[in-house]
Structures are given as structure tokens and as C-alpha cells.
T-cell receptor
Framework: KAGVTQTPRYLIKTRGQQVTLSCSPI?????VSWYQQTPGQGLQFLFE???????NKGNFPGRFSGRQFSNSRSEMNVSTLELGDSALYLC???????????FGPGTRLTVT | KNEVEQSPQNLTAQEGEFITINCSYS?????LHWLQQHPGGGIVSLFM???GKKKHGRLIATINIQEKHSSLHITASHPRDSAVYIC???????????FGKGTKLSVKP
């Protein structure tokens, strides 16, 4: 089976712009979670989707949003980018919530 | 205080040494993950466990639910084991993954 894929792998944006990141889960996996990793805060949970519904949301401002499509692919969007949004964004998929997670390679976002 | 604490933060070992990384948590959990992250960012799930002990090759993970503690052991360490090891628990009020800060392991030949 192909693993979790994320696109793009690298991205440079300017403050104030918006960005959309994409995640394709392992075939058959219906749950997708998103995480932000920074040197200061480590890994933090952003949100989780299961069967196109947001199941959980972490403690992030409303500028961070996401969605899941009927084929389980997921996108996350960050609007009005800030310098502090520079991070590695990881998605992970599982068969269903609270099962073992399989991580994608991440998208490294740099905001200048 | 973080809900998931790991120790040590940094660990340097000689090839062949036995290594232990510890994880303590303060929330109720349904399961615990041990993850490995190599330079470049990719994360691999090593173990997911909710009780007892699991073994895969040279890696062993244990968990004590009553003491809210887990350990990851690496036997006969090798330079390719050099990575950041992260403990994460499914727990808290929302049931999502909560991560420790990670343990950076460097194994010298």
C-alpha cells in the first residue's frame, strides 16, 4: 500500500497570504489528523477528521481550518499567515480514531 | 506542567549500549504511541500499546497504567538508531494525541 502523501513538501509564503496543504491518507483509512511541529512548541494537535466530519480541534486560532473529502483526502488552510506559522505540518491517517497513526512526510512552511 | 513528560531530553550512547527512554503522563489515556523522527522530519510509529509490553527487533516498549509510565528500550544500539524519539498519548478531554517534547538520541560508532 502507498503511504500517506502530503503536497507540497516545501512552501514559502509571505505574511498575510493564505495557504492550502493537502494530505492523501493510506487507502482505506478514514481518519486524518493534522499536527504542527515547531522547535519551541514541539508537536501540537490541530484537528482530526473522520468520514468528512471534524471530530476534534486543537487550541489554534480560527485562521486554521480544514476539511475532508468523500475519498478521505484532507486539506488544511491557514489564512492571514503570520511569521509564527512557520512550521512543519504533518498529517497522519488511521483506519478510525484512536487507532495507530501513520504519518506523512510533512509540509515545511516558511512565512517571510 | 506538561501532560506528557519525557526523560532524558538528550542522550548520547556508544554503539552497542542498552538505552532506556522514559515517558510519564498525567492524564487518563486509552493508548500510548512511541514515535521515531529522523532528521528531515519523517515520523514513524514504532509501537502503540495500552498495556504490558511489546517487542520489535531490538526495540522493546513497556507501559504501567497504574503508575502512568512507559519506557522504550533499545538493545545493542546502533548509529542508525540516532533520531528523536517521541512519546504520545491518546488522552485528555478530547481524546486526541498529546505529545512529549521528545528525546534526542545520538549513538556514536
Amino acid at each position: 500500500k502507498a503511504g500517506v502523501t502530503q503536497t507540497p513538501r516545501y512552501l514559502i509564503k509571505t505574511r498575510g497570504q493564505q495557504v492550502t496543504l493537502s494530505c492523501s491518507p493510506i487507502s482505506g483509512h478514514r481518519s486524518v489528523s493534522w499536527y504542527q511541529q515547531t522547535p519551541g512548541q514541539g508537536l501540537q494537535f490541530l484537528f482530526e477528521y473522520f468520514s468528512e466530519t471534524q471530530r476534534n480541534k486543537g487550541n489554534f486560532p480560527g485562521r486554521f481550518s480544514g476539511r475532508q473529502f468523500s475519498n478521505s483526502r484532507s486539506e488544511m488552510n491557514v489564512s492571514t499567515l503570520e511569521l509564527g506559522d512557520s512550521a512543519l505540518y504533518l498529517c497522519a491517517s488511521t483506519l478510525r480514531p484512536s487507532y495507530e497513526q501513520y504519518f506523512g512526510p510533512g509540509t515545511r512552511l516558511t512565512v517571510t | 506542567k506538561n501532560e506528557v513528560e519525557q526523560s532524558p531530553q538528550n542522550l548520547t550512547a556508544q554503539e552497542g549500549e542498552f538505552i532506556t527512554i522514559n515517558c510519564s503522563y498525567s492524564v487518563g489515556i486509552s493508548a500510548l504511541h512511541w514515535l521515531q523522527q529522523h532528521p528531515g522530519g519523517g515520523i514513524v510509529s514504532l509501537f502503540m500499546l495500552s498495556s504490558g509490553k511489546k517487542k520489535h527487533g531490538r526495540l522493546i516498549a513497556t507501559i504501567n497504567i497504574q503508575e502512568k509510565h512507559s519506557s522504550l528500550h533499545i538493545t545493542a544500539s546502533h548509529p542508525r538508531d540516532s533520531a528523536v524519539y517521541i512519546c504520545a498519548v491518546y488522552g485528555g478531554s478530547q481524546g486526541n494525541l498529546i505529545f512529549g517534547k521528545g528525546t534526542k538520541l545520538s549513538v556514536k560508532p
